[in-house]
């Protein structure tokens, strides 16, 4: 209990299972809560549970894609709870993944890129300069054993996720300096609202856990722990890295 103790955490994406999972954890660890989404009913549904928990939370609608939106964000974190210390950049869509390359469209791609990763570029420079009042921060960029390793089909998806790989690094790099840290979250199989909804979904949750050593997908839990670890001061030497949660799929 209180391992985020006086921490402000901004999570994004929390009409999806891991963000919402992320929430519930950090509130119950002791932390101020501003959780994100486009989806207002699902929002409140989250931050109902969370009080009645006895934990503190806001929520704010939110386009990730947007800089507008961002800074109603950051502005509604620092009115309500006077800081920003954490952010969970957990927003992310999949995009029609059934198909050929060939069939994809540029409009697709933008749209999935302009979630997963501009999403993730405008969070980080919109919280860089609140939680360099503070003298430090913690920033946690959630990619994708796709951001690693690939796959068929999907490829905005895996590129989004290799790009929130490499500018976390970009970042980390850049904001050492100032003491804030950047590291990225790369779970394998989740079952997700966001995984079940795909096309063929059975057959994509198969071929997935036929490849991951530990048989089985990840809990929701499971991943959020290692969201809360670097969220936390116990990673207080962790910047850079990439935490893969992932039963053992990349060590093939």
């Known amino acids: 209990m209180n391992r985020l103790e006086n921490k402000v955490a901004i999570i994004t994406g929390l009409a999806g299972g891991m963000g919402a999972t ?20 699902k929002l409140k549904s989250v931050a109902a549970e969370i ?14 894609s947007s800089e507008e939106s961002w800074k109603t964000v950051a502005q509604k974190a620092e009115t309500a709870f006077g800081k920003i210390d954490v952010l969970v950049n957990n927003a992310g869509i999949l995009g029609d993944i059934m198909g050929s390359l060939e069939e994809r469209t540029v409009e697709e791609f933008n749209k999935v890129l302009s979630v997963n990763l501009l999403g993730q570029f405008i969070g980080v420079k919109t919280v860089v300069p ?3 009042k503070e003298g430090a921060g913690s920033i946690i960029n959630i990619s994708s054993v796709g951001g690693i ?30 003491n804030i840290r950047v590291n990225s979250v790369h779970p394998g199989y989740v079952e997700t609202p966001m995984t079940t909804q795909m096309k063929g979904s059975d057959d994509f949750k198969m071929n997935s856990l036929s490849g991951t050593p530990l048989g089985r997908g990840a809990k929701l839990e499971e991943i959020a722990y290692g ?25 093939l």
């Open 22 to 41: 992320e929430a519930k954890l950090f509130a119950k660890e002791g932390a101020k809560v501003i959780i994100t989404d486009i989806q207002e009913e």
């Open 51 to 64: 009080k009645a928990n006895g934990g503190v939370v806001e929520y704010v609608v939110h386009d990730v």
């Open 130 to 132: 609140y939680m360099k």
């Open 149 to 178: 390793i690939g796959g068929g089909n999907g490829t905005a998806y895996t590129a989004s996720k290799g790009g929130s790989r490499i500018y976390s690094k970009g970042a980390t790099v850049e904001l050492a300096k100032d």
């Open 227 to 251: 969201v809360l670890f670097l969220a936390s001061d116990e990673s207080s030497y962790m910047t850079g890295s990439e935490l893969v949660i992932d039963g053992g799929l990349t060590a």
